[in-house]
């Protein structure tokens, strides 16, 4: 493990090696893998790299019910419609991971976790629900569409699905995977100049990466007009505020402590006073008895 002079600086043969890890590891629960974790779910899991242009380099993830860029129909689920249930159960994931592993080795692993269409990639890097090892979660879901117009409409959107339908179920089927495909030639020959810009080491001049960057993907994203169904936007929210507390108390807390002895004297003193009573009343008697043997002598 090459070892840090600055926690935030990486050399190019680390973000190379990084690079080599991400495209050669295959997750596995043995310790001594990079991905020593393993995600238990009721569904099929699906492994998809996720590249980020900024920094060069691809993102690991795991989803279920992914169909960003295939020819297959997305899981459907049938949802009742009764009012009394409130809730519907979607899916249920375990993940087990190691708390001694981690990529990125200066820090404790963690796992990035959103929901979200089934034809478009979540960006790990903007998205920032961060679970923590050790919790559990619930995450409630609403449903909502936004049907657009396209042109000559201001909306101007593209039927995805009906497209890819057209195209015999080829191409892809939302915008972001439209705009995915823009980030292939950049993606394949330009991660070292993107990995280089961001950690400013070397010469970052790259005429045809600049190009691409700057012409190619702007003009070809431009085509990648918004889905005229806006598919679904994600809530999440607590059921409830209120907070389930279990507190341990001593055995006997000072102010106990303090209270017992109070306790205590206070019975003493009762005592003592009922007991003083009783000497202070024979002594009278005692006096006047010889007050009495006094007169008649």
């Known amino acids: 493990i090459p070892k840090f002079a600055d926690i935030g600086y990486l050399r190019t043969e680390e973000v190379e ?8 590891s295959v997750p596995s629960k043995n310790k001594g893998n990079p991905w020593s974790f393993l995600v238990k779910n009721q569904s099929h899991m699906k492994t998809n790299l996720i590249f980020n242009r900024y920094i060069g380099l691809r993102c690991m993830c795991f989803s279920s019910n992914l169909h960003f860029n295939d020819n297959s129909e997305p899981d459907k689920l049938i949802i009742s ?32 976790f959103s929901v979200h269409s089934p034809f478009i990639q979540n960006n790990p890097i903007f ?20 049907h657009l117009l396209p ?6 959107c593209t039927d995805y699905d009906e497209m890819w339908r057209k195209n015999n ?19 394949e020959q330009c991660w070292e100049y993107a990995s280089a810009r ?21 003009r070809c994203e431009m085509n990648c007009k918004n889905n005229c169904l806006d598919t679904i936007k994600i809530t999440a929210f607590l059921e409830t505020t209120e907070v389930n507390v279990m507190k341990h108390n001593a055995l006997y807390s000072k102010e106990e402590l303090f209270s017992y002895i109070g306790g205590l004297m206070g019975c003493w003193l009762g005592i003592s006073v009922w007991a003083s009573v009783g000497i202070f009343e024979n002594a009278i008697r005692k006096i006047v008895q010889a007050k009495r043997l006094f007169r008649k002598n």
């Open 198 to 218: 961001m950690l400013s080491f070397g010469n970052n001049d790259n005429p045809i990466c600049e190009k691409i960057e700057l012409e190619e993907i702007p």
């Open 151 to 156: 042109h000559p409409f201001p909306t101007n």
């Open 17 to 24: 090696a990084l690079h080599h890890i991400l495209y050669s």
């Open 127 to 146: 998205v920032a629900n961060v679970l923590k090892l050790g919790h559990e979660y619930e995450v409630n879901v609403r449903l909502e569409e936004e």
């Open 81 to 112: 419609s009764s009012p009394l249930e409130r809730r519907e159960f979607l899916d249920h994931f375990v993940l087990i991971m190691q708390a001694n592993e981690s990529l990125f080795y200066q820090q404790l692993p963690v796992v990035v």
């Open 169 to 187: 179920k080829t191409g892809p089927r939302s915008q972001e995977a439209c705009q995915k495909k823009c980030l292939e030639s950049f993606e």
